[in-house]
């Protein structure tokens, strides 16, 4: 089985949902109602974007703080085939990042 396969099960197990992008990159989102949320839309999502071509991806965390301040949290240049065994990691610094930048929570 190839790695952008063995990553599309990883990823669905965890609970992400595959979508594809208007450029026709593959977008993986995973909704995450932890605090503190999104403030423009109460959502805040974790998102694994697959470049098949590159044999790479990225997983980020694209948010609005309490302040109406925008952040892009990403763990980038990744290799699919790492991207397994690093995953759980990866969104739990970035769960982390987000908690301590978004400001205080109601």
Known sequence: MSDTLDLATLLSERGYRKHY???GT??????RDFLPL???DDKTWINVIVYPEYSQCEV??????VDGTWFKLRAYSLS??????????IETRLIAAWKAVAGPTP
Do not use: F, G, M, V
């Open 26 to 31: 593959c977008l993986w989102q995973s909704r």
């Open 38 to 40: 999104c403030k423009c």
């Open 80 to 89: 699919i085939s790492d991207l397994p065994s690093k995953i759980a990691d």
């Open 60 to 65: 980020e965390i694209t948010a609005e703080a």
């Open 21 to 23: 992008q208007d450029n």
